[in-house]
């Protein structure tokens, strides 16, 4: 089936060091979107992605969708201690009907 | 806050047993979907619905069955309650015009014993 990976599992990073997540498909994506959950939260929809090539910013966030559309990354700069979650990629499985999500990557940031 | 409301918050019971979760979605928004979270597989998809009517399926088990309400808010029953059950379970619903940006619930946290 579908399978959506994300690396790395955890990242421990300074205050101020950027930060990079990969998410990588086994199979085309329609679309894919980032979510951040707090620690003793919820999943939070932070941007979807839709174009081969796309990138998109939001403050010290960027996101990527790969020309294939089989990959993506979220790269903070500068981060902050507020950045602290995991954050998950979702892809839309090859029906169109549900998302699949990776594992998450868990950003630690030590101030 | 998403919109989304789940109860209860936690949930403690014993193997064997049947439990109900609630989800009533943001205003506006016809679909819901389930999801389960635990620590080694994720975040695991189990069942969508769309205005009533069941849309698509994930890995959901055949101990577990969902519905949506003509009010459109949704309940998950799990019944026949292992240990592997625990986790949290979280309800999500989408805008009709976007519909795969989906909005979480707070989460129910199920423990079986």
Redesign the interface.
Same mark, same amino acid.
């Given at each position: 089936g579908q399978q959506v990976m994300q690396i790395p599992q955890y990242q421990h990073v300074q205050e101020g060091e950027d930060f990079t997540t990969y998410c990588n498909s086994s199979t085309t994506l329609s679309?894919i979107?980032w979510?951040k959950q707090r620690p003793g939260?919820?999943?939070?929809?932070l941007i979807?992605l839709v174009k081969s090539g796309e990138v998109k910013k939001q403050k010290r966030l960027t996101f990527q969708f790969g020309e294939a559309k089989k990959n993506s990354s979220l790269h903070i700069t500068a981060t902050q201690t507020t950045d602290v979650g995991t954050y998950?990629c979702a892809g %839309?499985n090859q029906?169109g009907?549900? %998302?699949?999500?990776?594992?998450?990557t868990t950003l630690s940031v030590s101030s | 806050d998403?919109g989304v409301t789940q109860t209860p918050k936690h949930l403690i019971t014993a193997t064997g047993q049947r439990v109900t979760l609630r989800c009533s979605p943001r205003s506006g928004d016809l679909s819901v979907?389930w999801?389960q979270q635990s620590l080694d597989q &994720?975040? *695991?998809?189990l069942i *969508?619905y769309y205005n009533g009517e069941e849309?698509?399926k994930?890995n959901i088990l055949e101990r577990f069955s969902a519905q949506q309400f003509p009010d459109l808010h949704s309940e998950l029953n799990l019944s026949s309650l292992e240990l592997g059950d625990s986790a949290l379970y979280?309800c999500?619903s989408s805008p009709r015009d976007?519909p795969?940006? *989906?909005?979480?619930?707070? &989460?129910t946290r199920l423990t079986v014993t």
């Open positions: 679309n979107q979510y939260g919820h999943p939070v929809f979807q998950f %839309l029906a009907t549900a %998302l699949i999500f990776g594992k998450g | 998403s979907y999801y &994720g975040l *695991q998809f *969508q849309r698509a994930g979280f999500a976007l795969y940006e *989906q909005y979480f619930g707070p &989460g």
